[in-house]
T-cell receptor
Framework: GAVVSQHPSRVICKSGTSVKIECRSL??????MFWYRQFPKQSLMLMAT?????????EQGVEKDKFLINHASLTLSTLTVTSAHPEDSSFYIC??????????????FGAGTRLSVL | GIQVEQSPPDLILQEGANSTLRCNFS?????LQWFHQNPWGQLINLFY???GTKQNGRLSATTVATERYSLLYISSSQTTDSGVYFC???????????FGTGTRLTIIP
């Protein structure tokens, strides 16, 4: 149980295009989803937290107009990188938790999306 | 927020060796977790260990909350243990996880 599916696993795009990444909870209701970014050989950095039906809360230094997050249902959150540039190339990871899991500080992680912007 | 430092940053060992990875955190954390990130990027939770000691096969972990550190022990290393090990914690009442700097472990056959 508690599977989080992230799609696509890899995407290559041209500079200036927008890319959408999906994060789905397959067998539980994800009241909260988290989006992380990981640059090569670095740690995971939290970008934003999204609660179903609410606007996402972005961490300091993360541009909300650049990284659009939508959490319209209890099983799906999307991250759209708008007008992507080479410096946006990174590994993006989502995680999710339901009320019971989050009460124990448990998050379930997706497999990540490797974005390469040419 | 909390700061989480891990040591060593890199570790290269022969298959069969034992290793100890350390995680220091700057403030009291609600729940300390250890993760293994495989070469494809997938994060796998190894332990939830706010305090005390837990064991799972060749892996064990100890957290001394009063001294703000945790240790991950890997015994009889195998090549499949290679990857990056992260610890992560969150402050009381805050669901946001802060990840440590990571230890990159390479097991040589």
């Amino acid at each position: 149980g508690a599977v989080v599916s992230q799609h696509p696993s890899r995407v290559i795009c041209k500079s200036g295009t927008s890319v959408k990444i999906e994060c789905r909870s397959l067998d539980f209701q994800a009241t909260t989803m988290f989006w992380y970014r990981q640059f090569p050989k670095q740690s995971l950095m939290l970008m934003a937290t999204s609660n179903e039906g609410s606007k996402a809360t972005y961490e300091q230094g993360v541009e909300k107009d650049k990284f659009l997050i939508n959490h319209a249902s209890l099983t799906l959150s999307t991250l759209t990188v708008t007008s992507a540039h080479p410096e946006d190339s990174s590994f993006y990871i989502c995680s999710a938790g339901g009320l019971e899991a989050l009460a124990k500080n448990i998050q379930y992680f997706g497999a990540g999306t490797r974005l390469s912007v040419l | 927020g909390i700061q989480v430092e891990q040591s060593p940053p890199d570790l290269i060992l022969q298959e069969g060796a034992n290793s100890t990875l350390r995680c220091n955190f700057s403030d009291s954390v609600n729940n300390l977790q250890w993760f293994h990130q495989n070469p494809w990027g997938q994060l796998i939770n190894l332990f939830y260990i706010p305090s005390g000691t837990k064991q799972n096969g060749r892996l064990s972990a100890t957290t001394v909350a009063t001294e703000r550190y945790s240790l991950l022990y890997i015994s009889s290393s195998q090549t499949t243990d290679s990857g990056v090990y992260f610890c992560a914690g969150n402050l009381w009442g805050n669901e946001k996880l802060t990840f440590g700097t990571g230890t990159r472990l390479t097991i040589i056959p």
